[in-house]
């Protein structure tokens, strides 16, 4: 049986991602070695290293204004690198869900943080509208897409601050204006490679602006004056999201993953919206491309683990959600196919005519 992964993360990769991988642990570029013995300072691997990040200006159009640089320590180390970095007196943030809170938390320590709006008085279930950052603001974060709660920020604020983005679970899913974000930030486990990776895309001119001290290796001009590789990368990772990068410019680029993920997401929203059995949690406008959140109608709550389990009978795998939300999370980052979207859809219907 064919098996659907619908895991959050770390979660679905490209086939081409996989077996170049896969093929690579094996020898890597012929020096017969594994990817997983080689030096990383090899001609070899170093070459990988300036292809992952030209690449990515590529695909997302980087001005020459900002560097992409290679980190450890997943989007939860930049909670504090960025604040560390950037936040010289005050900065703004908005609150949509579980990572923005921990990214709220941890800029606090560095400086004045001004949460300019929330949505956690309704779980997390929309995004909010109507609030104003301040013009003294050092910089204005926000998360894009909110995995555990079904959330997306479809249309970026226009504010009279730099913006900062946590993208981890939505990067290379549709264009991106670069040139407006001192910082973009995002764990690769999602759309890019396995975990142990972060891809950083930072403007060089926002750098050594605060006046405390920070430590080398949390400090971004680290980074981009060694290129990624001030100590050891996480090899394999970095490999992988080499692959992925290339897979995307042989799909056609970002607008094209961008129709795709909209073609995907209308698939399953429509099922949702129509079975009479289930019901969205988010807010329709605020609906995420990336993280499809559902739960049974109240009236029909009883079946919730019944179709958990029927939807893994049919091969549907990692659907169940959070436990801030319950019921059913399907993820369908830029690797699902539409296949396995109406492979879920069928199972739903099939489930329906069975009550």
């Given at each position: 049986m064919?098996?659907?992964?619908?895991?959050?993360?770390?979660s679905i990769?490209s086939q081409?991602?996989v077996q170049n991988t896969?093929?690579a642990?094996l020898?890597?570029?012929?020096?017969g070695l594994?990817l997983?013995e080689?030096?990383?300072?090899?001609?070899?691997?170093?070459?990988v290293?300036?292809?992952?990040?030209?690449l990515?200006?590529e695909l997302?159009d980087?001005?020459s204004?900002h560097?992409v640089?290679?980190l450890?320590?997943?989007a939860?180390?930049?909670?504090?690198?960025?604040?560390?970095?950037?936040?010289k007196?005050?900065?703004?943030?908005?609150?949509?869900?579980t990572?923005?809170?921990?990214a709220i938390?941890e800029?606090?320590l560095f400086?004045?943080?001004?949460v300019?709006a929330s949505?956690?008085?309704k779980?997390?279930?929309?995004i909010?509208?109507?609030?104003?950052?301040?013009?003294?603001?050092?910089?204005f974060h926000?998360?894009t897409?909110?995995?555990?709660?079904?959330?997306?920020?479809h249309?970026i604020?226009?504010?009279?601050?730099?913006?900062?983005?946590?993208?981890?679970?939505d990067?290379?899913?549709?264009?991106?204006?670069v040139?407006?974000?001192?910082?973009?930030?995002?764990?690769?486990q999602?759309?890019?490679?396995?975990?142990?990776?972060?891809i950083v895309?930072?403007?060089k001119?926002?750098?050594?602006?605060?006046?405390?001290?920070?430590?080398t290796?949390?400090?971004y001009?680290t980074?981009?004056e060694?290129?990624s590789m001030f100590n050891t990368p996480?090899v394999?990772p970095?490999f992988a999201?080499?692959?992925?990068?290339?897979w995307y410019?042989?799909?056609?680029g970002i607008?094209a993953?961008?129709?795709?993920?909209?073609?995907?997401?209308?698939?399953?929203?429509?099922?949702?919206?129509?079975?009479r059995l289930?019901?969205?949690?988010a807010e329709?406008e605020?609906r995420s491309?990336?993280?499809?959140?559902f739960?049974?109608?109240?009236?029909?709550k009883?079946?919730?683990s019944?179709f958990?389990?029927?939807?893994?009978?049919?091969?549907?795998?990692?659907?169940?959600?959070?436990r801030s939300?319950?019921?059913f999370?399907?993820s369908?980052?830029n690797?699902?196919?539409?296949?396995?979207?109406?492979?879920?859809v069928q199972?739903?219907q099939?489930?329906?005519?069975?009550h």
């Amino acid at each position: 049986m064919k098996k659907h992964n619908f895991y959050a993360g770390p979660s679905i990769l490209s086939q081409y991602t996989v077996q170049n991988t896969a093929d690579a642990i094996l020898d890597f570029a012929g020096t017969g070695l594994s990817l997983m013995e080689v030096s990383h300072r090899s001609k070899e691997f170093v070459a990988v290293c300036d292809e992952s990040r030209s690449l990515v200006k590529e695909l997302l159009d980087v001005p020459s204004t900002h560097e992409v640089i290679f980190l450890g320590g997943g989007a939860s180390m930049q909670f504090c690198m960025v604040p560390y970095n950037l936040l010289k007196k005050k900065a703004s943030y908005m609150d949509t869900g579980t990572w923005a809170s921990k990214a709220i938390k941890e800029a606090k320590l560095f400086g004045e943080v001004d949460v300019v709006a929330s949505s956690k008085e309704k779980n997390y279930s929309f995004i909010p509208k109507n609030y104003t950052v301040p013009d003294d603001s050092d910089y204005f974060h926000i998360t894009t897409n909110n995995t555990i709660y079904g959330t997306q920020i479809h249309h970026i604020p226009e504010v009279n601050v730099p913006l900062v983005a946590d993208m981890s679970s939505d990067i290379f899913s549709r264009p991106v204006d670069v040139s407006l974000y001192d910082a973009i930030y995002a764990g690769a486990q999602k759309n890019l490679a396995p975990a142990g990776v972060t891809i950083v895309i930072v403007r060089k001119d926002a750098l050594n602006k605060v006046d405390r001290p920070i430590p080398t290796m949390l400090n971004y001009m680290t980074h981009v004056e060694k290129e990624s590789m001030f100590n050891t990368p996480p090899v394999v990772p970095v490999f992988a999201a080499l692959q992925t990068l290339k897979w995307y410019k042989e799909q056609g680029g970002i607008l094209a993953m961008q129709r795709k993920n909209e073609e995907k997401a209308a698939v399953l929203y429509d099922e949702i919206d129509r079975n009479r059995l289930f019901k969205g949690t988010a807010e329709k406008e605020d609906r995420s491309l990336m993280n499809v959140c559902f739960v049974m109608n109240d009236e029909y709550k009883e079946l919730e683990s019944g179709f958990a389990s029927f939807a893994a009978a049919a091969g549907m795998i990692g659907i169940k959600g959070h436990r801030s939300v319950g019921g059913f999370r399907a993820s369908i980052y830029n690797a699902m196919p539409v296949e396995s979207v109406s492979a879920l859809v069928q199972t739903m219907q099939e489930f329906e005519k069975q009550h």
